[in-house]
């Protein structure tokens, strides 16, 4: 059940610290991806190299320590959680979260993700028991917060009660079965997607391309897969990595996406084509680099093929979706896409707002279906504005044929 889960440990201070140890260790032999989150507190019981050590992956303690320039490292791993866990988590952790303080990475992290949230409470009974703990316990609660209550017994402290952490092994199989996998409605679909830009070539060392980063494609591909759709990504050059248990395909013009689409689409039940492909490519390519002369630079453009029209014009069951980013009309701009491309739907944005589009981390888009389905969605990551296309997705699909 947690086999390729992305699992954000968030690990305070407390003697059971030693603890979170072993459930790290135990997370990984599941298959899961850990990433341990350590309150200053708790480094005073167990240094971060441990934790490196059993979950492969880098430790994060400083939330100004940005591993990473081109992203902000609590927003980045926020996003990058399918479930947040804390174990051990003290009473003055439980204070912060429940309150929206965020004065350190684990804070800052729990506040930005948009992750089910797991609670695994350890402290002294007479803590455990103290009103203001408890009240910060149904608060979270009402968050939507998840809770692995403490086990009873005997106490670091010498006390006799309720508040050791819970077993890692038990908190495993809460998690598996907590995390047991709903059949989804894509289970086992062929899901196709395209990502990032084109690059159209003047000569060997200048080329014509976008802003385009690839992120929401990446982000769709990855949900995809996460909802066991068996995916094949096609996309242009971008910096990121190939999803888990997706198939990536690496294009560099608008032909070859025309071509590698093409041969994928027959057996494909979904396609998602949010790559921003070149509307015109240069007439001729010089095999040689052009030289500076004086004066203007004049570069004859031609079109090049248009690969979702192409789509739509051969479908046959396939559910069609397009991607339409514009900077003014959005919605307007969309419909008429929707219509003249002969799509299924429609996922439109504004790309001029701060946010939204190439380059950022998140988006705000609206979902326009040819059976008069229109959800806008707020702004929100990429990967949960996928998950909520992939939402209307099924949305629209059972709307027409249930």
Not at 126 to 153: C, T, W
Not at 204 to 214: A, D, E, I, K, Q
Not at 221 to 239: C, D, M, P, Q
Not at 340 to 347: E, M, N, T, Y
Request: include cysteine; charged fraction near 25%; charge should be neutral.
């Amino acid at each position: 059940m947690l086999k390729n889960k992305n699992i954000v440990l968030g690990v305070s201070g407390g003697i059971a610290v030693y603890k979170a140890c072993a459930l790290t260790s135990k997370l990984v032999q599941k298959g899961a991806n850990v990433k341990v989150i350590m309150t200053n507190s708790a480094q005073e019981f167990v240094q971060p190299i441990t934790f490196q050590a059993l979950s492969r992956q880098p430790v994060y303690t400083d939330t100004f320590d940005e591993k990473d320039p081109s992203k902000i490292a609590h927003i980045d791993l926020a996003d990058w959680a399918d479930l947040f866990l804390i174990a051990p988590a003290t009473a003055n952790v439980l204070g912060k979260i429940a309150n929206g303080i965020a004065d350190d990475m684990l804070t800052t992290t729990l506040l930005a993700t948009q992750a089910p949230v797991y609670v695994a409470p350890a402290m002294n009974v007479h803590m455990y028991q103290h009103p203001a703990v408890q009240r910060n316990l149904q608060l979270l609660d009402s968050f939507g917060y998840k809770f692995i209550e403490p086990g009873e017994g005997y106490l670091a402290c010498g006390y006799v009660g309720k508040g050791r952490l819970e077993e890692p092994e038990t908190i495993v199989k809460v998690l598996e079965d907590e995390e047991k996998e709903i059949p989804s409605y894509f289970n086992g679909k062929k899901v196709l997607v395209t990502a990032g830009p084109t690059q159209e070539a003047v000569d060997p060392v200048r080329y014509f391309t976008n802003h385009s980063s690839g992120k929401m494609g990446y982000a769709i591909a990855r949900i995809a897969a996460s909802l066991g759709a068996e995916v094949t990504l096609i996309a242009g050059k971008t910096n990121l990595d190939c999803p888990p248990n997706v198939k990536c395909i690496s294009i560099t013009t608008a032909e070859e996406m025309y071509q590698a689409v093409h041969e994928h689409y027959p057996n494909s039940d979904i396609v998602i084509k949010s790559a921003a492909v070149a509307d015109y490519k240069p007439k001729m390519v010089f095999d040689r680099k052009m030289k500076k002369k004086e004066g203007s630079l004049h570069i004859e453009m031609e079109r090049t093929k248009d690969i979702l029209k192409s789509l739509g014009e051969q479908k046959q069951g396939q559910y069609l979706v397009g991607f339409a980013a514009e900077t003014n009309d959005a919605v307007t701009y969309g419909k008429e896409k929707l219509k003249k491309k002969h799509l299924d739907a429609i996922v439109v944005n504004d790309v001029s707002q701060e946010g939204v589009g190439f380059q950022s981390s998140t988006n705000q888009v609206t979902f326009i279906s040819k059976n008069g389905l229109e959800e806008s969605l707020p702004m929100l990551s990429k990967d949960e504005t996928a998950k909520q296309i992939f939402a209307l997705i099924e949305k629209d699909i059972k709307g027409v044929h249930e």
